[in-house]
């Protein structure tokens, strides 16, 4: 079973949520926030791995984060991976956004408006979108988490079935 550690960031700002375009391997476009995988086996703290995910996909420096305020944890047996995704908030930060994402993941980054949030994340999968619309409806810093099973071999129809737990 592979397993991965991810760090996503919510970051806010008076001009809305920071929010990142992904462009998938498929070539599906999703919105979402900006994080990604943590260099554990290199000694990377998820804090650390965070940061620099930030700063990478959107050229934001976040000087400090809570959390984290949820944690996602996805399972797809049959594909043989597991996820764990804890999610922190930003309290500070400076910068500007530009864009030097190393993965060439992500194609576009700007603070979204508040009420334009749930359309832009609408299309990104459960374990990203029901969390992020949850925590947007009640604002909790303890932490709580999410549970999913992943049912499906993915593959080019990416005919998956993700359940929540």
Same mark, same amino acid.
């Given at each position: 079973?592979? *397993?991965?550690?991810?760090a996503? &960031?919510?970051?806010? =700002?008076?001009?809305?949520?920071?929010?990142? /375009?992904? /462009?998938?391997?498929?070539?599906?476009?999703?919105?979402?926030?900006? &994080?990604?995988?943590?260099?554990?086996?290199?000694?990377? =703290?998820?804090? +650390?791995?965070? @940061?620099?995910?930030? /700063?990478?996909?959107?050229?934001?420096?976040?000087? *400090?984060?809570?959390?984290?305020? %949820? !944690?996602? +944890?996805?399972?797809?047996? *049959?594909? &043989?991976?597991?996820l764990?995704? *804890?999610?922190?908030?930003?309290?500070?930060?400076?910068g500007?956004?530009?864009?030097?994402?190393?993965?060439?993941? $992500?194609?576009?980054?700007?603070?979204?408006?508040? +009420?334009?949030?749930?359309?832009?994340?609408?299309? @990104?999968?459960?374990? @990203?979108? !029901?969390?992020?619309?949850?925590?947007?409806?009640?604002?909790?810093?303890?932490?709580?988490? %999410?549970?999913?099973?992943?049912?499906?071999?993915? &593959?080019?129809?990416?005919d998956?079935? $993700?359940?929540?737990?």
């Amino acid at each position: 079973m592979r *397993e991965w550690l991810v760090a996503s &960031g919510i970051v806010e =700002s008076p001009d809305g949520l920071l929010l990142v /375009q992904n /462009q998938r391997r498929d070539g599906r476009l999703d919105w979402s926030p900006p &994080g990604g995988v943590v260099e554990v086996a290199d000694g990377e =703290s998820v804090v +650390d791995g965070l @940061t620099r995910e930030v /700063q990478e996909e959107t050229g934001i420096i976040v000087s *400090e984060w809570l959390g984290p305020v %949820y !944690e996602v +944890d996805a399972v797809a047996e *049959e594909m &043989g991976w597991h996820l764990r995704v *804890e999610v922190h908030r930003a309290l500070a930060f400076e910068g500007d956004i530009a864009i030097a994402d190393p993965d060439g993941i $992500v194609i576009d980054a700007r603070f979204v408006a508040l +009420d334009d949030v749930h359309d832009h994340i609408a299309s @990104t999968w459960l374990p @990203t979108h !029901e969390p992020l619309a949850a925590w947007l409806a009640e604002r909790w810093d303890d932490r709580r988490a %999410y549970s999913y099973r992943v049912e499906g071999k993915g &593959g080019p129809s990416r005919d998956l079935t $993700v359940i929540r737990l």
